[in-house]
């Protein structure tokens, strides 16, 4: 699977890109869980603790990175009220287990990161683990790859006298998929600490695609603000 994330600068960037949105449009869809809630690719728990905070519902957070996992255990021991209502599945999404069915399945800035295949095999893991009923939830671009692009600077923070910046350009492979190139970098004026660049494919599937597959998988679509998906487990 793709992997994009430089640890140093994921918690910096993200709170600043699509998790204050996220924030805004995913309680809603959740108001009516209470019990329980299965986070696939929970990261550095920026979502997580957003979960706590919207539901009373115990949280599973599945994250198979070790590095990331670290930083979201930091983050519940600086919310000690929360080592008891979340545990950190530290496993591949095709292996995770629950100790009963789940109300809820959320995945936040996850599906660029899932091969066609191991896509398709995921939904019905995933029904599997959810109640009938059960309510998935996941960001959603339409149409397909986006168009190739040479490496541009997307953004930059200041932290004390360094600057971080994102650097990425894009190569379409095909109508779904495409290689991602990022260059994370630290600067001082003019002098550069340090560079990280990441290279992988990436994937965005079309909507016929992810119709196909959920409905296949038994799942019913239901209303969900722009950016996101939402499906009913049968």
């Known amino acids: 699977m793709a992997d994009f994330i430089s640890l140093p600068f994921y918690d910096l960037f993200h709170e600043n ?6 924030r805004e449009k995913l309680p809603p869809l959740l108001a009516g ?7 696939i690719g929970a990261g550095s728990g920026l979502i997580t603790v957003s979960l706590a905070e919207w539901t009373p519902a115990e949280i599973f957070a599945l994250e198979p990175s070790a590095g990331m996992r670290g930083i979201l255990l ?8 929360l080592l008891d209502r979340v545990t950190v599945l530290p496993c591949d999404a095709l292996a ?27 939904w019905p893991v995933l029904a599997e ?12 671009h339409d149409g397909g790859a986006p168009a190739s692009r040479p490496v541009e600077k997307l953004e930059s923070r200041q932290v004390g006298r360094h600057t971080y910046s994102i650097w990425s ?14 260059v994370h970098r630290v600067t001082e004026g ?26 296949g998988a038994g799942f019913t679509r239901e209303d969900a603000p722009d950016g996101l998906l939402a499906w009913r487990r049968s």
């Open 33 to 39: 869980v209470t019990r329980s809630i299965l986070e």
């Open 74 to 81: 930091s983050r519940l021991c600086g919310s000690p009220e």
């Open 17 to 22: 890109g699509h998790v204050p949105v996220i």
């Open 96 to 122: 995770a287990r629950v100790p009963e069915p789940v109300e809820a399945v959320v995945m936040i800035n996850v599906m660029y990161s899932l091969p066609h295949d191991y896509r398709k095999r995921l």
């Open 190 to 215: 003019d002098t550069v600490i340090s560079e990280e660049e990441l290279v992988g494919e990436a994937y965005r599937p079309l909507w016929p695609t992810i119709e196909s597959e959920l409905t």
């Open 169 to 182: 350009g894009i190569t379409q492979l095909d109508a779904e998929t495409f290689e991602g190139r990022f």
């Open 129 to 140: 683990l959810m109640e009938p009923g059960g309510l998935l939830v996941f960001t959603w």
